[in-house]
């Protein structure tokens, strides 16, 4: 059984750092694309952050980009999220996820992605 089990969230005030992360247990997802997607109330759910199955290309969207940092131990078969100068606007349930073919390129789409965690809380206050 696949599973990905996020950690790391909590309660935050604005201008802290938080680390993020994501175990996978069930299969090895050392040659697949994965990424970090966060969903506020009453908002879709969107991409924050992507990697490539060997960590060498990653995506950042501009809302995050120069404070989330994306990374990931295959030997652990676990990714991370480092996320500083955290905002109000940050506040979701974060989700990571990973493609299924191995060897993809990354995706910013909810769609390409056939696993998910079960999210993690991060609350940023002001």
């Known amino acids: 059984q696949v599973q990905l089990v996020e950690s790391g969230g909590g309660l935050v005030q604005a201008g802290d750092s938080l680390r993020l992360s994501c175990a996978a247990s069930?299969?090895?997802?050392?040659?697949?694309?994965m990424g970090w997607f966060r969903q506020a109330p009453g908002k879709e759910r969107e991409c924050v952050a992507a990697?490539?199955?060997?960590?060498?290309?990653?995506y950042y969207p501009e809302s995050v980009k120069g404070r989330f940092t994306i990374s990931r131990d295959n030997a652990k078969n676990t990714i991370y999220l480092s996320m500083n100068s955290l905002k109000p606007e940050d506040t979701a349930v974060y989700y990571c996820?990973?493609?299924?073919?191995?060897?993809?390129?990354?995706?910013?789409?909810?769609?390409?992605?056939?696993?998910w965690g079960q999210g993690t809380q991060v609350t940023v206050s002001s």
């Open positions: 990697i490539n199955w060997n960590g060498g290309l990653t």
């Open positions: 069930g299969r090895t997802f050392s040659n697949s694309a």
């Open positions: 996820a990973a493609r299924q073919t191995p060897y993809t390129h990354f995706s910013g789409r909810t769609s390409d992605y056939a696993y």
